[in-house]
């Protein structure tokens, strides 16, 4: 079946603009999980997903970031007025369920922020 | 914040030799995975060791882990150029399920 995808692939934006990422997660997975990468580092957490509820938003890094997963499977990152700061590849990945420890990446969407 | 350091940061060796990536993390844990990424992109799971096995076998693949070192090492045998890839290893902090906390990474270059 399908994998992870993640919209849009790249997304140049402006300081202090709003921008939205979206994930879809493989199929019938219940837990969902968004992480940040900066370049030359690995993989940091950001939020997860347990169905409709997010479980863990300890590594949100502030409230100009919130993440929304209304019906279970697709789940959208929002970032308000965005910062240069914020420039990474914003990773999405997706278990069968919280104790399902591996976890399926999708591709990632690189956001610059100018 | 990362868990915990990979050593090497980079390593470039020749087709057909053995790679050796080591990983130290932190806290306790449930298992230590390991990823391989192309191009900063997207991660795919390369094999998962938990806490009570010292080591793992997958193919080309071999993991080890001393949990009272707080360490694991990837050997990725005979090497080939499409090896070439960023390697991750990443634990759960000794959470059950969700948040995998991952290393800086090892950059793996193979020369054919």
């Known amino acids: 079946g399908a994998g992870v995808s993640q919209t849009p692939s790249n997304k140049v934006t402006e300081k202090g603009k709003y921008v939205e990422l979206r994930c879809d997660p493989i199929s019938g997975h219940t837990a969902l999980y968004w992480y940040r990468q900066s370049l030359g580092q690995g993989p940091e957490f950001l939020i997860y997903?347990?169905?409709?509820?997010?479980?863990?938003d300890s590594g949100l890094p502030n409230d100009r970031f919130f993440a929304v997963r209304p019906e279970g499977s697709v789940s959208t990152l929002k970032i308000q007025r965005t910062e240069r700061g914020d420039s990474a590849v914003y990773l999405c990945?997706?278990?069968?369920?919280?104790?399902?420890?591996?976890?399926?990446f999708g591709p990632g969407t690189r956001l610059l922020v100018l | 914040s990362q868990q915990g350091e990979e050593d090497p940061q980079a390593l470039s060796i020749q087709e057909g030799e053995n790679a050796t990536m080591n990983c130290s993390y932190k806290?306790?844990?449930?298992?230590l995975q390991w990823y391989r990424q192309n191009s900063g992109r997207g991660l795919v799971h390369l094999i998962l060791?938990?806490?009570?096995?010292r080591e793992k076998h997958s193919g080309r693949l071999r993991v080890t882990l001393d949990t009272s070192k707080k360490s694991s090492s990837l050997l990725i045998t005979a090497s080939r150029a499409a090896d070439t890839a960023s390697y991750f290893c990443?634990?759960?902090?000794?959470?059950?399920?969700?948040?995998?906390?991952f290393g800086q990474g090892t950059e793996l270059s193979v020369k054919p």
């Open positions: 806290t306790s844990i449930n298992n």
């Open positions: 990443a634990t759960d902090g000794g959470n059950q399920g969700g948040k995998l906390i």
């Open positions: 997903f347990q169905g409709t509820g997010a479980a863990d």
């Open positions: 060791i938990r806490s009570n096995e």
């Open positions: 990945a997706s278990s069968r369920d919280r104790g399902q420890e591996t976890q399926y």
